[in-house]
């Protein structure tokens, strides 16, 4: 079975604060997403990694910074939390070069910044 | 966000109903149609894809309807239970690029 893991279920962090999101699949799937979950507005794309060290915007990386430094984990950063980062984050992992696509998601982090 | 259009928002039916959960799209260029499944405290899991080379995919008592021309693709649910109660999500795709364009859900409630 797939495993995604994320660092913690809930977080709660002050305004300002440096905050790291921690993800790690066991499958050796070449790409990895991160995503936040709104009420309303489905899952929203931040950042996602096809390889190590690379990395690409989604449609939301405004306020979020991404780490890939070995293949099987890929962190989160909020360089300086805001409250309007209050939200669910999901880690998903798929492999490259099947033609599935197939997501597989962890369980999230709900992240709250007061 | 704006080139998937998921409806309803929320759908409630009673034991044994046959929800339908709607996706409209406007990128023509995807390539891979998925549902996933929500419960609460998890993330989404994938229920069912289909291609667009068929109109329609059953898996058990889920069912994908294609219709290319209509840009449009939905889930039928065949005699719900109250398990399947969760968050259902249309995620299309584009091969090449690996990301899937979610729609905003659809919170399903079956009622014993």
């Known amino acids: 079975d797939v495993k995604v893991t994320q660092s913690s279920r809930y977080l709660v962090k002050r305004t300002g604060e440096k905050v790291f999101l921690e993800c790690v699949q066991d499958?050796?799937?070449?790409?990895m997403f991160w995503y936040r979950q709104d009420p309303g507005l489905g899952l929203r794309l931040i950042y996602f990694?096809?390889?190590?060290?690379?990395?690409e915007k989604g449609d939301i990386p405004e306020g979020y910074s991404v780490s890939r430094e070995k293949k099987e984990r890929f962190s989160l950063i909020l360089e300086s939390a805001s409250t309007n980062q209050t939200s669910m984050y999901l880690c998903?992992?798929?492999?490259?070069?099947?033609?599935?696509?197939?997501?597989?998601f962890g369980p999230g982090t709900r992240l709250t910044v007061t | 966000q704006q080139q998937v259009k998921q409806s309803p928002q929320s759908l409630i039916v009673q034991k044994g109903g046959i929800p339908i959960i709607n996706c409209a799209y406007e990128n023509t260029a995807f390539d891979y149609f998925p549902w996933y499944q929500q419960f609460p405290g998890k993330g989404p899991a994938l229920l069912i894809a289909?291609?667009?080379?068929?109109s329609e995919k059953k898996e058990g008592r889920f069912t994908i309807s294609f219709n290319k021309s209509a840009k449009q693709f939905s889930l039928h649910i065949m005699d719900s239970q109250p398990g399947d109660s969760a968050t259902y999500f249309c995620?299309?795709?584009?091969?090449?690029?690996?990301?899937?364009?979610f729609g905003t859900g659809t919170r399903l409630k079956v009622l014993a």
């Open positions: 990694s096809y390889d190590v060290k690379m990395k």
């Open positions: 499958m050796d799937h070449e790409n």
């Open positions: 289909i291609r667009p080379d068929v």
């Open positions: 995620a299309p795709q584009t091969g090449g690029t690996y990301k899937y364009i």
């Open positions: 998903a992992s798929s492999f490259g070069n099947k033609p599935s696509y197939e997501q597989y």
